[in-house]
C-alpha cells in the first residue's frame, strides 16, 4: 500500500516561529503536494513539486515556502508564522504520466498557532 | 483552471435511505474524475475515479458515481446508508488530459450525516 506519512498529528506554535512540516511517501512517486484544509473551503493547494529541487505554486503560496531535496520527501516552511495560518495540513502525492492518477494523502497535520 | 462544483454543503440522511450527493464540473473537455471521503481526523481516501472506460463507476463501500457529459455532472450514490458512512465527501476533476503534473481541484465537500 501506498504510504504518505506526516511528521505530527497535531502542532502548537507561536506567532513568528518559523515551522516546518515535513511529508515523507514511500511508493517513488514524481508528484507531491501541500494543501490546507478550512471548514467550508475544501482543500486549498499551497504548492506543488513535481521533481526533486522543482515547485511551483498552487493558489494560496502566500506565507509559505517548501523543500524537495529528495524524491521522497516534501517540506513545507512557513516563516513566521501567523495566527491566520491555523489549519489542517494535508499532503499528498502521486505518480507522474498522465492526469487520471489518483493522489495519495496523509493524515494530516492540525497546526494552530496562537 | 478547473473547477468543481458540489452543491450542498450539508446533506443528511436516515440510515437505510438513498445517498445523493452532487459535483458539477466546469471543462470544455471531459476532464477525469474523482470522489474521496474523509473520516474525522484523517487524510482523504479515494473512493472511486472516471477514466472514460465507462460512464457508470462502482467504488468502494457500494458507492457508485455516473459522469453525465450532457449536464458536467458526477454525482455521488449510494443506495442504502449505513452509519458509517457519516463523513465528508470531495470531488475533484483533473487537469486537462495530457498534463502530467497530477494537479487535482477540489470541491468545497459535503459533510454526510446519517440518522438512526
Known amino acids: 500500500d501506498v504510504k504518505v506519512t506526516q511528521s505530527s498529528r497535531y502542532l502548537v506554535k507561536r506567532t513568528g516561529e518559523k515551522v516546518f512540516l515535513e511529508c515523507v511517501q514511500d511508493?517513488?512517486?514524481?508528484?507531491m503536494f501541500w494543501y490546507r484544509q478550512d471548514p467550508g473551503l475544501g482543500l486549498r493547494l499551497i504548492y506543488f513539486s513535481y521533481d526533486v529541487k522543482m515547485k511551483e505554486k498552487g493558489d494560496i503560496p502566500e506565507g509559505y515556502s517548501v523543500s524537495r531535496e529528495k524524491k521522497e520527501r516534501f517540506s513545507l516552511i512557513l516563516e513566521s508564522a501567523s495566527t491566520n495560518q491555523t489549519s489542517m495540513y494535508l499532503c499528498?502525492?502521486?505518480?507522474?504520466?498522465?492526469?487520471?492518477?489518483?493522489?495519495?494523502f496523509g493524515p494530516g497535520t492540525r497546526l494552530t498557532v496562537l | 483552471a478547473q473547477s468543481v462544483t458540489q452543491l450542498g454543503s450539508h446533506v443528511s440522511v436516515s440510515e437505510g435511505a438513498l445517498v445523493l450527493l452532487r459535483c458539477n464540473y466546469s471543462s470544455s473537455v471531459p476532464p477525469y474524475l474523482f470522489w474521496y471521503v474523509q473520516y474525522p481526523n484523517q487524510g482523504l481516501q479515494l473512493l472511486l475515479k472516471y477514466t472514460s472506460a465507462a460512464t457508470l463507476v462502482k467504488g468502494i463501500n457500494g458507492f457508485e458515481a455516473e459522469f453525465k457529459k450532457s449536464e458536467t455532472s458526477f454525482h455521488l450514490t449510494k443506495p442504502s446508508a449505513h452509519m458509517s458512512d457519516a463523513a465528508e465527501y470531495f470531488c475533484a476533476v483533473s487537469e486537462t488530459r495530457g498534463s502530467t503534473l497530477g494537479r487535482l481541484y477540489f470541491g468545497r465537500g459535503t459533510q454526510l450525516t446519517v440518522w438512526p
Open positions: 499528498a502525492s502521486s505518480p507522474s504520466g498522465s492526469s487520471y492518477n489518483e493522489q495519495f
Open positions: 511508493m517513488d512517486h514524481e508528484n
